[in-house]
């Protein structure tokens, strides 16, 4: 990859992940306009912006579907990593420094960041990652999960405690007489794929084993099927992973996934 295109793709993921707010924020009046003043500042094609733009809509909550037919590859996945946990106006800075700075210039604290884009490109073909982040097909999934289970009343009856936003490592609880367990929702697209547990949720599931429930949503680009998994602690064997920020993830792959669903 070279140093222009390295760089496009960072700014390419705050337009992004901030859609409409990322353009106006930079000054961009229209979409298109942006994608051609971006262009010429790095000296890449415009359409070039664009479609490494759509390349992360997948991911993100923003009106556009994006490229979901396909896994993100490892040179997005690298971005992703890197990037996900800074704020607009931290993200933005960096972006306004990359724009201001040209493909030329040298950016302090990112040079190496910028390097290993261009030097790894997307050569790692191991990665079989497909980032679920909490944009419309997360929210699918925890909105098919909670409508299923006030009907259906699994795994477990009880009341269903929203706990989206606490960062415990899990996205509900099932309080009942027997106990209280804990649900993860995950969503897949497509009816089948990879998912991506943080540091924090695979320690939750860990440490409370037949506890915690495992909702995965297949299928929700055409009709959502839900599967219920007990314990994924002891049913998958993911791959750690410690990104560019020093988060440490676990990687359940989509070969896995396809092995488990098929010795049902």
């Known amino acids: 990859m070279i140093r222009e295109n390295a760089l496009a793709l960072i700014v390419s993921y705050y337009l992004s992940r901030f859609d409409r707010v990322a353009y106006q924020n930079l000054g961009?009046?229209?979409?298109?306009?942006?994608?051609q003043a971006i262009g010429?500042?790095?000296?890449?094609?415009?359409?070039t912006v664009k479609n490494m733009r759509d390349e992360f809509d997948s991911i993100h909550d923003n009106p556009r579907v994006g490229w979901y037919q396909r896994e993100i590859w490892p040179s997005r996945q690298r971005v992703v990593e890197t990037f996900e946990d800074l704020e607009e106006f931290e993200l933005r800075s960096i972006v306004e420094e990359?724009?201001?700075?040209?493909?030329?210039?040298?950016?302090?604290?990112?040079?190496?960041?910028?390097?290993?884009?261009?030097?790894?490109?997307?050569?790692?073909?191991?990665?079989?990652?497909?980032?679920?982040?909490?944009?419309?097909?997360?929210?699918?999934?925890?909105?098919?999960?909670?409508?299923?289970h006030s009907q259906a009343g699994q795994p477990r009856q009880g009341e269903l405690i929203?706990?989206?936003?606490?960062?415990?490592?899990?996205?509900?609880?099932?309080r009942s007489e027997d106990g209280t367990v804990y649900v993860e929702v995950k969503g897949l697209r497509s009816e089948v794929g990879g998912m991506l547990f943080t540091a924090k949720e695979?320690?939750?599931?860990?440490?409370?084993?037949?506890?915690?429930?495992?909702?995965?949503?297949?299928?929700?680009?055409?009709?959502?099927?839900?599967?219920i998994i007990q314990n994924p602690a002891k049913v998958?064997?993911?791959?750690?992973?410690?990104t560019t920020t020093v988060q440490v993830r676990w990687h359940i792959g989509q070969d896995e996934i396809s092995t488990y669903l098929a010795k049902r």
């Not at 010429?40 to 415009?46: E, F, I, K, T, Y």
């Not at 929203?162 to 099932?174: M, Q």
């Not at 998958?236 to 410690?242: T, Y």
């Open 28 to 35: 961009f009046d229209t979409l298109t306009g942006g994608h």
């Open 40 to 47: 010429s500042r790095l000296n890449v094609n415009p359409n």
């Open 98 to 148: 990359i724009l201001q700075s040209g493909p030329e210039g040298r950016i302090y604290g990112l040079d190496a960041v910028i390097d290993e884009l261009i030097g790894k490109g997307d050569e790692d073909t191991e990665s079989k990652t497909v980032y679920i982040v909490r944009g419309p097909t997360g929210r699918r999934a925890e909105e098919f999960f909670m409508k299923f």
């Open 162 to 174: 929203d706990t989206r936003d606490h960062g415990c490592g899990y996205d509900f609880e099932i």
């Open 202 to 227: 695979w320690e939750m599931a860990r440490e409370n084993r037949e506890r915690y429930y495992l909702a995965l949503v297949r299928n929700l680009a055409d009709q959502p099927e839900l599967e």
């Open 236 to 242: 998958f064997i993911p791959r750690k992973s410690v």
